[in-house]
């Protein structure tokens, strides 16, 4: 089996950036969790803040430069995409959207991808769900149900009373997984052969038994 590759794509734009440091926790937590399902991964990291003015030519001339392309085909071919934005003004930032602006409109059908999300406040948790989830609905991506928001206050010591950053990623990475790992059990399984459509212990003349009333 091929090792499957998993894109993360991150929007901060400081560095270091604690926006790359969340996308990092959530593709290791993923790479671990495929390892213990017998399945490879490597990572391909993306921080946009490298590619802004590239991606900025890109919107203005309707071409995307050589270093921008590669990114561009990084997210397209990767088995699963982690995207992380930082939360401004209550959404995700301009240069995660512009990003997302620059790929063809189909570029993510089916593909499952975990989302993530940061801010100074948990308030703006809920970002998640009522802005960047929407975004890859509309992109027919296939979004993993639990996504990650992590707050100043869950990189300290105390975190979340309810459920750590930790749990959260762990989480997650547990859902990416299993969809990546379905995905491989349906590319290997061979459609000629009988034992995948009749059954265990059963056979072709008990198929056509059935189909007679036996």
């Not at 490298?50 to 990084?74: K, R, S």
């Not at 071919?77 to 401004?88: G, K, R």
Request: aromatic share 6%.
């Amino acid at each position: 089996m091929t090792a499957r590759r998993i894109a993360v794509v991150t929007a901060g734009l400081s560095n270091p950036s604690t926006t790359r440091l969340l996308g990092d926790r959530l593709a290791s937590a993923t790479v671990r969790e495929l390892a213990a399902r017998g399945i490879e991964a490597t990572v391909d990291a993306i921080e946009l803040r490298d590619y802004a003015h590239d991606i900025t030519n890109n919107l203005l001339t309707g071409f995307a430069p050589p270093a921008l392309e590669a990114a561009i085909n990084t997210v397209v071919s990767s088995d699963a995409l982690i995207a992380v934005t930082p939360i401004f003004s209550t959404s995700y930032s301009g240069l995660f959207k512009s990003f997302i602006d620059v790929l063809d409109p189909d570029a993510l059908t089916g593909k499952p991808v975990l989302i993530g999300a940061n801010a100074g406040t948990p308030r703006h948790s809920l970002a998640i769900d009522y802005a960047i989830r929407p975004l890859f609905a509309y992109l027919h991506a296939d979004a993993i149900s639990t996504g990650v928001f992590a707050a100043s206050s869950d990189w300290g010591a105390q975190g979340d009373g309810v459920a750590s950053l930790g749990d959260r990623i762990d989480k997650a990475a547990r859902e990416l997984a299993d969809t990546i790992a379905r995905r491989d059990t349906v590319e290997s399984t061979d459609p000629f052969d009988p034992a995948n459509y009749l059954g265990e212990g059963r056979s072709f003349g008990h198929l056509l038994g059935g189909l007679a009333g036996e």
